[in-house]
């Protein structure tokens, strides 16, 4: 987290009109209390995803970071390695993110391991990759376009090579779901977010934020070619995935 941590009140006040979801300069602003209140574990699941980064890493080869926001990962990254060199490049197509993400580089990574793309993650290549991470953008993703993306990591990775993967899922049972939902209103209630944000962020997330269920994510990885799948954190409707090339 980049230690600012302004407070989120993008759905605070009462809307006129609810336009579909950004990540605008508004939502930049205070993108880190945003995901610490609306994501649980959050903090937990990127520890961890940059322990699990580090150990696959192989040498001479890149960490892609796909939906990288202003650079939560990356960060912890630099300080996984330490002075132990890598490459990482990362994605996101909100200028206001990169722009953040580029700032902070800035100040921690003087020997240049990261290097950042304002693009949209459909668009791009990737070779020679050890390790692919799309935490919390598949979900952003025409549903369409999510089994070629998934197609081209696995292209891109060699043997070995990891995806990590973290989503808001669904469950196909509905008693499930609407329990899944039941907490995570609760969790966001906890957190402070009142009725009205709730429910304003709700109708602006409809149609911009599509989650699948764990078991098409699992097909969808298994399909295109990895060997092994496993969810290895779950809360209620979030979900953190890894499947090994
Ligand atoms: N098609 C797209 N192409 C590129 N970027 C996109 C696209 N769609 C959405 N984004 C970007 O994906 C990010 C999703 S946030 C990721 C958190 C981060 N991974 C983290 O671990 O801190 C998750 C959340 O806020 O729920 C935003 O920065 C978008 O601009
Ligand atoms: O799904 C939700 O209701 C969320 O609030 C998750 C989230 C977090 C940050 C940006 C968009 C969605």
New binding site residues.
């Given amino acids: 987290m980049d230690g600012t941590m302004n407070k989120d009140r993008v759905f605070a006040e009462k809307l006129t009109t609810i336009t579909p979801f950004r990540?605008n300069e508004k939502v930049a602003r205070v993108?880190d209390d945003?995901?610490v209140r609306?994501?649980p574990l959050?903090g937990e699941a990127?520890k961890q995803q940059a322990r699990i980064a580090r150990q696959f890493y192989q040498n001479g080869t890149r960490i892609f970071?796909?939906?990288?926001?202003?650079?939560?990962?990356g960060v912890l990254l630099l300080e996984c390695f330490g002075s132990t060199a890598f490459k990482m490049t990362g994605?996101?197509?909100?200028w206001p993110?990169i722009q953040r993400f580029q700032k902070r580089l800035s100040v921690h990574d003087s020997q240049g391991c990261i290097t950042l793309a304002c693009?949209?993650?459909?668009d791009i290549v990737m070779l020679n990759a050890s390790v692919v991470?799309?935490?919390?953008?598949l979900?952003?993703?025409d549903p369409e376009k999510r089994d070629r993306l998934i197609q081209s990591a696995f292209k891109g990775l060699c043997k070995g090579g990891i995806l990590l993967l973290?989503e808001?899922t669904v469950h196909a049972d509905p008693q499930m779901k609407a329990l899944e939902q039941e907490y995570y209103y609760q969790f966001k209630r906890e957190n402070g977010y009142t009725d009205l944000e709730i429910s304003q962020k709700r109708d602006a997330l409809e149609r911009v934020?599509v989650p699948e269920t764990v078991a098409e994510h699992e097909n969808r990885i298994q399909n295109a070619g990895f060997s092994v799948f496993n969810v290895w954190l779950k809360w209620f409707n979030f979900t953190s995935m890894i499947a090994v090339k």
């Fill in positions: 990540f993108f945003m995901l609306s994501v959050y990127l970071d796909l939906g990288c926001s202003h650079g939560n990962l994605v996101d197509s909100s993110m693009a949209c993650i459909e991470v799309i935490n919390l953008t979900q952003f993703l973290t808001k934020l």
